[in-house]
């Protein structure tokens, strides 16, 4: 069984074309701009078998098309890696396509997590890949974990030749600034595996959800990025290398 936060039957953003997306519940993260903190707690979202939400995923099949299927978000799902590999597998038997939008920060090389990894990208056409910070002191003031564990996911992805989207939540003050921008283009750069680079601008949707889940919003004043600011940006890391 899986637990299960929501999900989204017609999703435009996560992944290419019409994508079902299950956001499953439970993360480890707790970036300062998340705006589902809902999604921590592990106890938290709804159970369901990998039977129960094939079944509705199927009934969204014909909306697919040849670039859509399926995308599992979070929360962080590689909490939950056994139910994604078994959904994964069993969506592949269907043929549909399967994307895995994930933080990256439970990988590591230990023989019996990289044995769960392996396995689970035998089954995955996708990885959708946020990196939060470059520098890895910023990073653990940001998400309160090191970046270490997400940047070595991305090369392994690159050594598996499994194609990966970066996602990159742009903040200002905090990771916006060129030098920032110029040093995650240069780790991109060492990558063959990226088909995409994408700029996903902070926004202050999610700050009501933490006022009722009586949880301090940490980026109290910061602003959304400007025009320009996200115009360096995409300049910056959708660039020529
Ligand atoms: S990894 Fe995602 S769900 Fe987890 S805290 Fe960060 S933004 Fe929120």
Redesign the pocket.
């Known amino acids: 069984m899986g637990r299960v936060h929501s999900i989204e039957t017609f999703g435009a953003v996560d992944g290419p074309g019409i994508r079902f997306v299950v956001f499953l519940q439970g993360?480890?993260?707790?970036?300062q701009?998340?705006?589902?903190?809902d999604?921590?707690d592990f106890a938290g979202g709804k159970e369901m078998s990998v039977d129960e939400l094939v079944n509705e995923i199927t009934k969204y099949r014909h909306y697919f098309g040849d670039d859509g299927g399926v995308t599992v978000s979070?929360?962080?799902p590689l909490v939950q890696i056994d139910f994604v590999i078994e959904l994964f597998k069993v969506l592949k038997t269907e043929g549909i396509n399967t994307c895995l939008d994930t933080?990256g920060?439970l990988f590591n090389r230990k023989t019996e997590v990289l044995k769960k990894f392996d396995e689970l990208m035998s089954y995955t056409d996708l990885v959708l890949l946020?990196i939060?910070h470059i520098d890895d002191e910023k990073h653990k003031v940001l998400?309160q974990h090191s970046n270490e564990n997400i940047l070595d996911f991305a090369k392994y992805l690159d050594e598996k030749n499994i194609p990966m989207w970066v996602r990159y939540?742009l903040v200002p003050t905090i990771n916006e600034d060129e030098t920032t921008l110029i040093s995650v283009k240069n780790f991109i750069n060492t990558l063959s595996n990226v088909e995409k680079v994408e700029i996903l601008p902070y926004h202050t949707l999610g700050v009501s959800k933490y006022d009722k889940l009586g949880i301090e919003y940490a980026l109290e004043g910061v602003n959304t990025p400007t025009k320009e600011q996200i115009d360096i940006a995409n300049k910056i890391l959708k660039g020529e290398k």
Do not use: A, F, L
């Open positions: 993360c480890p993260m707790r970036c701009y998340c705006h589902n903190p999604t921590w979070g929360g962080e933080s920060v946020d939060k998400t939540v």
